[in-house]
Nanobody, 114 residues
Framework: QAQLVESGGGLVQAGGSLRLSCTAS????????MGWYRQAPGKQRELVAA???????NYADSVRGRFTISRDNAENTVVLQMNGLKPEDTAVYYC????????WGPGTQVTVSS
C-alpha cells in the first residue's frame, strides 16, 4: 500500500528556516517525480517545488532562491529546505509522488509569524 508521510512542519518567525521531509513506502520511488505542494486557507493548492527521477528540480517563482528540494533514492525520501521564510509561506504543505499513479501525503502545517 502506497504511503507518503511528511514531517518537519511547525511555527517559525519570518526569516527563519524549516526542513520538511517526506518518506515514501509502497511506491517505485526511484522513477517517481516527487513534489511539494502547499495550500493556504481560501486558496488553491499550488506547486512549490518538484524534482524528477534524474534530480532535475523546478520551483515556483515565489520560492526560487529560498527553497531547495532534494531526494535520496536509497532512503525513499524527499526533502524541502526552506530558508528566508515569509508569512505568505504559511500553508499546509503536501508531499506528492507521480509516475503514472499519483499519491499524496496527509500534509504538514507550516506557520510563519511576522
Amino acid at each position: 500500500q502506497a504511503q507518503l508521510v511528511e514531517s518537519g512542519g511547525g511555527l517559525v518567525q519570518a526569516g527563519g528556516s524549516l526542513r520538511l521531509s517526506c518518506t515514501a513506502s509502497g511506491i517505485i520511488f526511484r522513477v517517481a517525480t516527487m513534489g511539494w505542494y502547499r495550500q493556504a486557507p481560501g486558496k488553491q493548492r499550488e506547486l512549490v517545488a518538484a524534482i524528477t527521477s534524474d534530480s532535475n528540480a523546478n520551483y515556483a517563482d515565489s520560492v526560487r532562491g529560498r527553497f531547495t528540494i532534494s531526494r535520496d533514492n536509497a532512503e525513499n525520501t524527499v526533502v524541502l529546505q526552506m530558508n528566508g521564510l515569509k508569512p505568505e509561506d504559511t500553508a499546509v504543505y503536501y508531499c506528492n509522488a507521480r509516475y503514472g499513479p499519483i499519491y499524496w501525503g496527509p500534509g504538514t502545517q507550516v506557520t510563519v509569524s511576522s
